[in-house]
């Protein structure tokens, strides 16, 4: 039997844009509640981020409601039954009650259900199965309200058979341990995640990537982390070989929001090609990939005890945002931060520059194309530099003169 317990002072169920998305579906008579994340992070007093809708209704009667009111739709997964509203610029998923008729360990066939105990038997986690109506009043069948409160990240029924329908659970149970886990992991739990560690293979990696992504942005992630290296979780999707001493260290020194992809780069061992293997293995964009090369085999030696003048220069070679992420993970290897906030402070206000002169600038002072026009652009750039970036273009243009009349 469940219990009821009610949600007070949530400012994101009676927000304009939630009460228009409630409002269009009241208005043909579709009943409606708040579902997961959004009511276990209530439960929790964190802050909610995305809000997700039930109901028994079938998904084209959902869409066609939607459509019926001046929001957008959006009709994402049809076939799993899922809607997408937008509203106040906001996505609410809106999906139908669901049971699982056929799981392979990837993917679901799915039914629609009216029962919403049906519904909440196919969820992951008990946490994760809480309905929440209009009003706050929550409905938790598996003590899930308790479970979170208390830190327990426990499976809703058997933990084998939960994770044989969807092996990514196994991934998922470690992530939910690192966010909202405390003491013990759930004994159950963890037994059937190792056991089905070697089926972890047949998910693609890119699903693989955003869980231990999302892992990584937990507050402390390191013991999770642990606990899965001792038991050879994700062996079989990673080649490099990743420590946790440094990422330790990283953690007790940040100051902002968690940064995944640096986190990662505090893992590896320091060299390129261990880079290059977990930028594959995880399918990560260009962009994460060369910055994780990047910060694995750094082209420059820079730390908190580097003055402002190597700073700056590092700075215009190679970025701000990659001289801050050199100068924590120095700290973090070192275990020496002296220093290191006030090297943040003077990279974060560094304005970038841009070099005042072109070769096409020295041509109509005598320079001649080829090599040389390339090696006086770049002495001209190393003077401006050494010169703390203050020279102007006219003062840049004399200087040139000047080395051209010398070199004849």
Known sequence: MSEIFRLTDQPWMTAPATEAVLAALSAQGIEARFVGGCVRDAVLGRPVRDIDLATPAPPETVLQAIEGSRLKAVPTGLKHGTVTAISGKRPFEITTLRRDVETDGRQAVVAFTDDWREDALRRDFTMNALFATPGGEVTDYFDGVADARAGRVRFVGDPA?????????????????????????????????????????????????????????????????????????????????????????????????????????????????????????????????????????????????????????????????????????????????DGLTAALTFVDAWEPRRFPVAARDLLPLGATKGPSLGRLLRELEEWWIAESFRPDRDALLERAKTLITQTG
């Open 161 to 337: 058979k939960r994770i044989a329908e969807d092996y990514l659970r196994l991934l998922r149970f470690f992530r939910f341990e690192a966010h909202y886990g405390h003491g013990t992991p759930d004994p159950a739990g963890l037994a059937a995640a190792v056991a089905a560690a070697p089926k972890l293979i047949r998910i693609s990696a890119e699903r693989v990537r955003d869980e231990l992504l999302r892992l990584l942005e937990a507050p402390n992630p390191v013991p999770v982390l642990r606990l899965m290296h001792s038991h050879g979780i994700l062996s079989g999707h990673l080649r490099a070989i990743w420590t946790l001493g440094t990422l330790d260290r990283l953690i007790h020194l940040e100051s902002g929001k968690p940064d995944p992809i640096l986190r990662l780069a505090a893992m590896l061992r320091e060299t390129a090609e261990q880079a290059r293997h977990m930028a594959e293995d995880l399918r990560l964009s260009n962009a994460q990939k060369d910055r994780l090369v990047f910060l694995a085999e750094p082209p420059l030696s820079i730390g908190a005890s580097s003055t402002p003048a190597v700073l700056a220069t590092a700075c215009y070679r190679h970025g701000k945002e990659h001289v801050s992420d050199l100068l924590q993970l120095s700290a973090a290897a070192s275990g020496d931060a």
